[in-house]
């Protein structure tokens, strides 16, 4: 089942005229002219949708937290910032279907009673920045945002902000930061965005995903939503499949697909390519722990893995993971965890903001260590040392940036821990091994 | 590394200052600092892909906050570029589901093709290479980012050496 990118692929359906010939913006006639915002909030609570951007909290609860009693100017804030390495969704629903997402914007303002909404996109996006822009435009000039929208009386202005390049912007207090036009420090929490956000006014920061999904809950009913996937993880989901894969692409899922399915179905990923073996998978964006193939196509119970919260969630970080963001990374048995463990690690030591000096410090040792284990420098006590560094970044940060680098490291240590060991013992075959890294060794320990 | 000092005086075109001023325009009274990301994206447009100190003296004057404020946001953020480089960047993305896909392989294919290291600039100026990390775009790799565009599946050196010789002969006809 389909609902989000049902219609992506009928002609012309990123233009006004022919979204709207398809049915489109009709949630926002319903909710504006039938509803009134707590209904349409109580239909989203109902619906079980969580956050799509990783985290998934549940997007109603989180909008029922808005102070709106306090009477200051509420915002919503779009996070199109995708930065997570292996998720290239919201990227595909912006180009293809834009107005997916402006309907959604409207039908959402509606129910939090805010006047101005704000996509951050990130800065390379720069064709989608202007995709949406269009897609405003069009929007503004059929009367369905504006001043007075479809005559019901009520105002709405959206604003797309280019970021400037940074992971970390995607985290909802950094992006806040970021929108106020400052570096991308993210906030000691709380005070709670919906409380003190943008310009220190009620804010709700929700993905693109998300957003997206309201249209089909104000006009289907939270109810009907929530029957779709299963009971802990309502509705469908989209998932960007990368690595080696037969058919890497962007697909929309019903939550509790089988995870073996998902992997090897024609339908979907169609299997491993070049006729390899599977080796592991990253199934939520690179901070969530990878798995060895045994563990993300069946549980520690054996049970069959589903693709959806509770189940990829199963059995905690010692034999789980997480459904992140959909970013779903597959690794064929050519590929070394050491080497993409550093390679992960190289990114978040780039992507650190600085401010806490676990995270600042602590990705920069973990890069280093995993440069010399993956060259062939290493040795036994360098793997308990990056254990060790991990561990101590895991939770003392301000934001979960921190883990996100911890996790990765840590869960190639548990799972994959004799490929660390066999660096070390064969350092020979270490460097060889590693195609055009020869010439690029600096031994940076 | 802080910017260059150019020592010239900045002057955006009547175009540019219109755009600039359609941008403040967007964010709430009294919010205006919001609009720093985008003006500087449109100064580096403007002003040859790059911002040196006179061009972000010249944003702060224009948002009415101090140089410093500029400066900081400038360097925290990856897409802008304090130092010149080349006519084209071509910004090739090195991080795990790409390096996994021959992404490693671009880089080194590109730094043999156009003969200098990942970070550096050709001598007749046309090409910076530059390694970022990603830019989701990951069940399209290989790829890179050249300007406003991105260029995906480059698996091949033909590709690669199609694409190199079509934004050569377009720099050509410009001249």
């Known amino acids: ?368 260590i995993l440069h010399k284990l993956e060259n062939g420098h290493g040795s036994m006590s360098d793997i308990e040392l990056l254990w060790d560094v991990q561990k101590k970044i895991e939770g003392n940060t301000i934001c979960p940036l921190g883990d996100a680098a911890a996790w990765p490291v840590a869960s190639a240590i548990r799972h994959f821990r004799d490929e660390f060991e066999w660096h070390v013992t064969n350092p020979k075959e270490a460097m060889e091994r590693n195609f055009g890294i020869r010439e690029k060794i600096e031994v940076a320990v | 590394m802080l910017a260059v000092k150019t020592g010239k005086q900045i002057e955006f075109s009547a175009e540019a200052l219109e755009k600039a001023s359609q941008i403040i325009s967007r964010y709430p009274e009294g919010r205006q600092k919001s609009a720093l990301l985008p003006l500087l994206h449109l100064t580096q447009n403007e002003l040859g892909g790059y911002l040196s100190v006179e061009a972000m003296d010249y944003v702060a004057r224009m948002l009415h906050i101090q140089p410093i404020e500029v400066y900081e946001v400038a360097t925290f953020y990856s897409m802008f570029n304090l130092q010149p480089v080349g006519r084209y960047m071509l910004e090739v993305c090195h991080t795990g589901p790409c390096a996994i896909r021959k992404g490693e392989w671009l880089v080194k294919y590109l730094e043999e093709k156009l003969g200098i290291k990942s970070g550096g600039t050709t001598p007749d100026g046309l090409f910076t290479l530059k390694e970022v990390e990603c830019l989701a775009a990951c069940g399209y790799a290989p790829m890179m980012q050249i300007g406003e565009r991105y260029y995906e599946f480059l698996d091949t050196p033909e590709k690669v050496d199609q694409l190199l010789n079509e934004l050569r002969s377009k720099m050509a006809q410009s001249n």
């Open chain 1, 1 to 368: 089942m389909k609902i989000l990118l049902d219609k992506v692929n009928v002609a012309g359906i990123n233009s006004l005229d022919v979204y709207r010939a398809n049915g489109g913006y009709a949630s926002v006639e319903k909710a504006l002219r039938k509803m009134t915002p707590a209904e349409i909030i109580e239909e989203v609570k109902k619906s079980g949708l969580r956050g799509r951007g990783g985290a998934g909290f549940p997007t109603g609860m989180k909008w029922s937290f808005l102070d709106k009693k306090s009477g200051r100017p509420r915002y919503l804030v779009v996070n199109a910032d995708e930065s997570e390495p292996g998720t290239f969704k919201d990227r595909y629903l912006m180009e293809h279907i834009p107005h997916l997402l402006i309907e959604g914007i409207i039908a959402s303002c509606f129910a939090l009673e805010s006047n101005l909404a704000f996509i951050y996109v990130r800065g390379e996006f720069k064709w989608i920045i202007n995709i949406l822009w269009k897609a405003i435009g069009e929007a503004r000039d059929a009367g369905l945002l504006g001043k007075n929208i479809l005559g019901t009386g009520f105002d709405l202005d959206i604003v797309v902000h280019p970021g400037g390049g940074a992971y970390i912007c995607g985290e909802e207090t950094a992006l806040l930061e970021s929108l106020e036009g400052k570096r991308g420090n993210p906030r000691l929490k709380p005070p709670f965005p919906a409380v003190v956000g943008l310009y220190g006014m009620p804010t709700v920061v929700n993905n693109v995903e998300s957003i997206a999904a309201v249209p089909w809950i104000v006009l289907n009913s939270g109810d009907a939503y929530s029957k779709i996937g299963t009971p802990k993880s309502a509705g469908t989901k989209l998932i960007s499949a990368c690595g080696n894969i037969n058919k890497p692409g962007v697909y929309e899922i019903e939550l509790g697909l089988p995870v073996e399915e998902f992997i090897f179905s024609d339908e979907w990923c169609g299997g491993i390519a070049n006729g390899k073996r599977m080796k592991a998978v990253v199934a939520g964006g690179s901070s969530v722990p990878i798995l060895p193939t045994e563990l993300i196509l069946k549980t520690a119970n054996g049970e069959k893995r589903l693709m959806s919260y509770e189940s990829l969630q199963d059995g905690g970080f010692l034999t789980g993971t997480m459904l992140g963001s959909g970013g779903f990374i597959v690794y064929d048995e050519n590929q070394c965890i050491v080497r993409n463990t550093w390679n992960f690690t190289r990114f978040y030591h780039h992507e650190s903001c600085g401010q806490c000096s676990p995270c600042r410090e602590g990705t920069g040792w973990m890069e280093r």
